[in-house]
């Protein structure tokens, strides 16, 4: 549609139609014309986006990392909440695990194969430390969906309370809401390691979209306030509380783990073994 | 602690700097172990938030991004429109609610253990009989009575709470009355008398009203009003100790949603002077509706005469037969009574006492 920005994003979960439909309507509303189209995985929805068929997607690091290496894309937006976060590697207290090097030959739960946070970071941090010989328990649940779903990390988790594990990767929030909810007791578990801060998602504009309209789109997203009562319920939704300009120096933890297990090559094409998003 | 402002952030467990880090990201404020700086998004839900009323004070109206919020509460900007259409408190509130509240809260009843059900009584077979079609009638009314105050619960504005807390109770007293009322039917293990078209059709009448002020006045004024002539008949002549029970236990909370139904129509009356001639139209439209319909059905009418003889002889059905014409001329002045109290002029009053539904109710 002429003069209408067109965004992808992946329905990781049903209140995706709730975000963006929200987000439409106010966008509608300070005229801006905008719609979005739901793709089911990441991986279509880069594809999507380097074809044209969207001008901008909402993608996964990991998206952005493989839409970067595809055709010249850039983030134009991000979320407060997707910068600066780490991972952790959790042992069970009392397991004896003192360091990283105790994980040799032991078994590490992860999330989905495809997860940044909870499987491709972690373990590349693990490798940096001389750790690559383990066993690795991924727990698929989402395939194609980068990890959005909190289910495989969740699983992980449970599989080391229950002994089905010797470790398990996750997010920090993560950490924090398993032991709030219960998944992880408290004080049964030890955080072992903690990666260095890496980002998250971004906006990603893919060469040849409108650029007013995705200047338009950028203002209006900066200019979004958390104090502004139409506003707040979808930002509480997203999971932010301001946008920030979007920002490339957070990814290199996370190309680096694509490079080392060889999940895209250098153009972007899918080159892992067992993944079917 | 203003916005941009630092505190350091001191604790022995082991995770501290991790959780800490993870929650300043969810909650807007900068991570800079081991200082926290306030961020700008803290408080904003209460930023633009206004009180649902005061405590103490109901308001004219009620909007509805109060909600269900709690009276007096402060409610955030942005929430969602709740559709309660009976949110003016001109159309709902009295003054006595809440005193008829905790007078309904202090007199309930467990049908378990207030009734004696194993009280040993046997009765002829035909008065037993004509228990059991009283107790059906008595049902399906009992059923049309919780039905119309559960239909206007969920209408009326949550910040009419004493109102609403009223009607609430006066669904669970309903819901009580239609259980004593089948275990008394059920008791001998004869099968359930008729439940007539006729009689039904009344009682659709009484659910479909949609004003609240009208069906309140039909339910509460006029139809409660009347059975509480009947249920009073009921215990007087009884002919055993379960059916005398049951229907004093109903009468008495009966006679509570009576009361809160006249002094609810006092207060709207005082504010609405068309009501008057709303109410009467109302009692004319539903006799002209029913006008076509056999009225109260002549196995209740019959029962009634059988049970107030108590036994199946030429002499005590005589004797029946005259009380229950006692009972309608009671019910008849009981409906005069109250109809006057809310300043229908004696004519009107005794015009419309007798347009009232010939199924009483």
Sequence with gaps: MAGTLLMGAVAYDPKVVTIWDGFRDWFAAQGLAFDYVLYSNYERQVEALLAGHVHVAWNSPLAWVRAARMGPVTAVAMRDTDCDLTSVVVVRAGSGIESVADLTGLTVAVGAVDSPQATLIPLSYLRSLGVDDVKVQVHDIGVGKHGDHVGGERDAARALVSGAADAACMIDGNHLLFGVEGTMPAGSTRILAQTPPYDHCNFTVVAGAPADLVEQFRALLLGMSYDDPQVRPLLDLEGLKAWRDGRTSGYAQLERAVDEVGFYDAGGNVTAEDYRP | ?361
Aim: aromatic content about 8%; charged content about 20%; some cysteine.
């Design chain 2, 1 to 361: 602690m203003p916005v941009g402002q630092a505190v350091e952030v001191r604790g022995r467990a082991p995770e501290l700097a991790v959780h800490l880090r993870a929650w300043c990201r969810a909650q807007g404020h900068r991570f800079d172990w081991p200082y926290v700086v306030r961020g700008s998004a803290a408080g904003a839900h209460r930023r633009g938030a206004r009180a649902a009323g005061g405590r103490h004070a109901v308001a004219a109206h009620a909007p509805g991004h109060w909600g269900v919020a709690a009276r007096g509460a402060l409610v955030e900007a942005g929430g969602p429109d709740f559709p309660f259409a009976l949110d003016d408190k001109d159309e709902v509130w009295t003054a006595a609610a809440a005193g008829i509240y905790r007078q309904a809260v202090a007199s309930q009843w467990d049908p378990a253990t207030a009734v004696d059900w194993d009280e040993p009584f046997e009765l002829p077979a035909e008065v037993e009989a004509a228990v059991v079609q009283v107790m059906t009638y008595l049902i399906e009314n009992e059923n049309a009575a919780l039905v119309v105050p559960a239909r206007f619960l969920g209408q009326i504005h949550p910040h009419f709470r004493e109102v609403v807390a009223v009607l609430a109770v006066q669904v669970a007293d309903e819901a009580r009355h239609v259980e004593v009322f089948t275990r008394r039917a059920e008791l001998k293990g004869i099968p359930l008398g008729l439940s007539t078209a006729g009689g039904q059709a009344s009682l659709l009448t009484l659910i479909e009203e949609p004003d609240f002020a009208l069906a309140h006045f039909l339910l509460s004024v006029l139809g409660e009003g009347t059975f509480l002539s009947l249920l009073s008949f009921l215990e007087r002549f009884a002919p055993d100790p379960v059916t005398r029970r049951v229907t004093h236990l109903a009468l008495a909370d009966e006679a509570r949603h009576v009361a809160f139904g006249m002094a609810h129509m006092e207060a709207v009356l005082a504010t609405d002077p068309t009501l008057h001639a709303r109410l009467a139209t109302a009692v004319r439209r539903r006799h002209d509706a029913l006008a076509s319909t056999a009225g109260l059905n002549a196995e209740v009418f019959d029962a009634l005469v059988v049970l107030a003889a108590g036994a199946f002889t030429p002499a005590a059905i005589a004797e029946g037969f005259a009380r229950v014409q006692a009972l309608e001329a009671d019910m008849d002045e009981g409906r005069r009574r109250r109809l006057a109290k809310l300043g229908f002029d004696p004519d009107e009053a005794a015009e419309l006492a007798e347009l009232h539904t010939r199924n009483f109710m």
